[in-house]
Structures are given as C-alpha cells and as structure tokens.
C-alpha cells in the first residue's frame, strides 16, 4: 500500500502536486492510520498562511525544500500496529496530515488516547499532538464525524478565544469587531461572545455574506467591510480579526480611536494578507489558543475543563448542524481530483459559506 500526500508550495498555496510515498515497514512502537476523512476549511488556509510564523509546517515535514503539507482535522483507523497498546481496527480523532495515511509513534498511551512521539513533533505544541480513541471520546458519535471534523476544532479555538477575552474583561470594550463574519470559527466566537449579555457583537463580511450571517443570529448586527462609517469613531471596541486583511486591520486601527485591544486569528482573506508591523492604536497580537487551553487547566483542573468544554460543543453543534435550518451543510469528496478541487474552493474563498467540506483519500489508488 503506498500513501498519497498533497504537497502545497509553502510560498504560493495555489501551487499544489501530489506525492506519492511508498509504505516502509513500521518500527517498534509505531502504527500506521488510514485516513478516512477530513475537514477543509478556512481554519487550514490559517495553517498554510501561518505556517512559518507558527511552525504548522513542521507537523508532517516533506524533506522538500520550500514545499508543505497542511495539517488537518479528522478520522481515521489504525491499519497497522507494532504498539502493543493500540492495536488494529482503532479508530482515531486527531491531526492529520492532507494524505491518505500517517505513521504516529504513540506515547503516554492513556484509555482516552495517546500523543504522537516523532521526533520531529517533540517541540511542538501538545494540543496538536494528541489523538483520541473514539470508543473512550465524551464528544464523539459515529453518525456526527463530518460534523466533529468541521465544527469541532474551530468551536474549540472559538470557545478558547471568548474565554479569553472574557477573562481580560474585554479590555474594557463593550463592541466586539468579528471581521470573516461568515467563517465558522468567526460565527463560533459570535455564539459565545452573545450568550454572555450586554456586549455588541458586530459580524464584517463581505456583502454577498451579508445574509447569510445575519440569518445566524448570534451578531448583534452584521455590516459589510465598506459599512464601517455605520459605527462611531469613539466606540470602545476590540477588533477580533479571522480574515487577516492588511488593509482592513489598517482601516480599522486608524478610524477607532478606542480601540482597546486587536486580537489576530487567521488569514482567510490569502491574497490580502500583509505585515501587522507601524499599526496605530494597540499592537496587533496573535491568539495561540494551547497557549489559553495551559491557562485554564491550571485554574481549572482538567477535568473542570473537559466537562466546560464538552457542554459548549453540545450547545453550538446542536444548533449550528440541527434543526430545520442549520448552520451547516455537509458536502463530500472523494479521491484526488475533488479533493483538489474543495482545496482550490476553500482556498480562493468562494462558494456557499453554509457548506462544509469533508474529503477522503483513503480510496485513491
């Protein structure tokens, strides 16, 4: 069996080619995981944007200079073992490469999972690191996975962010700017940020984005990125920015006088992107959300934590993926032409923000 990669050039993330890899026999300690499916969103353009910055590239190393391969969320089940604690058939949620299988060097084997012990991941953040039996996951149902993959990543760096910002009582604002108002980790953020009262929770979207984001429900009022004259110069406000506009955050640093604090999340806007350096107001920080989960499970203990968590899933999945008109539809594809192609769309951008892609390489040849 060999494995097919998608190779992204780390410099021009149009530029993509497959790579395929032929399966060497595991080592000790090792297994191998079929990749059954995974999410494509915005979020994995974040990765790709971020990759240098906050070393996404360095999860699943090509050995190719100057070309990556993005991490993504998803499922998948071990096809191999040499570990004696995870065995064959074990079906798995976690970090995966864009491929069609990984090789993971379990440790600290627990009930509810392990980490992976490459060499090459042993600097990086742990969060990343984790992967968790889905028969032991209190989040975790067989007929929700797209949903899990989609949903479930973003809603947690959503829930970490309005924690945050929350825990800095807002930086003494009371109108919060969600800029790629449409994205799910924008509108996750927004889920949060509106159940807490007496904030104002502005979606900007681009104007074909408009509705959508208003059908919501959870901005107090959605403008578009050429509407911002609607909001006074004097609002005390905190810019929480998904799309990594260079443009917009300038606009937005020059007109707010009062602006208290301007929290960077993603790169959505690809060909916009551009240095936060000489900005006016409040330097542009980056959010690292291992950096708030370390945080909260030392003030909270873990268990506190996980029981939190899982609560707020259940509220937004059940809202965002039920009822008569949810948040989110689920489109498939299969091999490596569609895969290809959810790539281009999601990188570019374009389509119905309603639509969630869910890809499986896992029957490429």
Same mark, same amino acid.
């Given at each position: 069996?060999?494995t097919m990669q ?7 993330? =149009?530029?993509?080619?497959? !790579? ?13 995981? /079929? *990749? ?14 971020? #990759? ?60 509810? #999972? ?6 090459? /991941? ?105 509407e911002l004259d ?18 917009? !955050?300038?606009?937005?640093?020059? !007109? ?8 960077? *999340? #993603? ?16 330097? =542009? ?30 509220n937004f999945s ?35 923000? !309603? ?11």
């Amino acid at each position: 069996m060999n494995t097919m990669q998608l190779l992204v050039r780390q410099d021009r993330l =149009a530029t993509t080619r497959w !790579r395929e890899v032929a399966d060497a026999d595991l080592l000790a300690g090792q297994v191998q995981v /079929r *990749i059954d499916s995974f999410a494509l969103t915005s979020n994995n353009i974040t990765y790709a944007a971020f #990759g240098d910055e906050m070393n996404y590239w360095q999860f699943f190393p090509t050995q190719e200079v100057g070309w990556g391969i993005i991490p993504v969320w998803g499922f998948g089940e071990v096809v191999r073992s040499r570990h004696t604690d995870v065995p064959v058939g074990q079906r798995l949620y976690g970090y995966f490469p864009m491929a069609s299988s990984v090789v993971l060097t379990p440790q600290r084997v627990r009930a509810d #999972g392990f980490s992976d012990a490459a060499a090459h /991941r042993a600097q990086l953040h742990q969060v990343y690191n984790q992967y968790l039996r889905t028969d032991a996951d209190p989040l975790y149902t067989p007929d929700t996975e797209a949903v899990q993959s989609l949903l479930r990543p973003l809603f947690v760096t959503s829930w970490l962010i309005d924690d945050f910002l929350a825990d800095h009582e807002f930086f003494g604002a009371s109108t919060l700017l969600l800029s790629s108002a449409s994205s799910k980790t924008a509108y996750g953020t927004a889920f949060q940020l509106i159940q807490r009262g007496g904030l104002e929770v502005v979606g900007l979207t681009s104007s074909a984005n408009k509705a959508f984001c208003a059908s919501l429900g959870c901005y107090s009022r959605v403008l578009g990125y050429d509407e911002l004259d609607q909001l006074a110069t004097a609002t005390f406000c905190v810019y929480v920015d998904f799309a990594g506009n260079a443009d917009l !955050r300038r606009t937005i640093h020059t !007109r707010f006088a009062n602006l208290k604090y301007s929290c960077s *999340i #993603g790169g959505t806007h690809v060909q916009q992107l551009g240095s936060a350096k000489d900005l006016p107001g409040p330097r =542009a920080t980056l959010f690292f959300a291992p950096a708030q989960v370390k945080k909260r499970v030392a003030d909270w203990g873990a268990d506190e934590f996980g029981r939190r968590l899982v609560q707020a899933w259940r509220n937004f999945s059940t809202q965002a993926a039920g009822g008569d008109s949810p948040w989110l539809s689920v489109q498939y594809s299969r091999g490596l032409d569609a895969a290809l192609a959810a790539y281009s769309q999601v990188l570019g951008g374009r389509g119905d923000p !309603r639509v969630g892609h869910v890809v499986s390489l896992a029957d490429a040849p």
